[in-house]
């Protein structure tokens, strides 16, 4: 098993392998796991200032904010090749 990278939007990528789950961000519990993400020091925000739309939580308890949909980051996670998808919601 490689090490597979997946594209979490404006040239950022992360390990797909360290990836437990990406979720919405809307949700009461989902907004508490950011700020105590952020409380402990353990949140990256990979939004550039945009608006949040998942939240990836990985296996190292860091919590991971990124300006791509759910969905979008669930297609380039199961595609072939994750490192190069790039999407027009970028």
């Known amino acids: 098993m490689g ?28 907004k508490r796991v950011i700020q105590d993400a952020r409380d402990r020091g353990v949140l990256v925000d990979a939004t550039y200032g945009r608006r949040t739309r998942a939240v990836i939580i990985s296996d190292s308890d860091h ?14 996670l199961n595609s072939k090749d994750t ?8």
């Open 3 to 30: 090490i597979r990278l997946m594209n979490i939007g404006f040239g950022n990528i992360v390990s797909a392998n360290r990836i437990i789950a990406i979720v919405s961000p809307e949700s009461a519990p989902i």
């Open 63 to 76: 919590v991971i904010l990124s300006a791509v949909q759910p969905e979008t980051m669930a297609h380039r």
């Open 83 to 90: 490192a190069n998808t790039s999407s027009a919601e970028e």
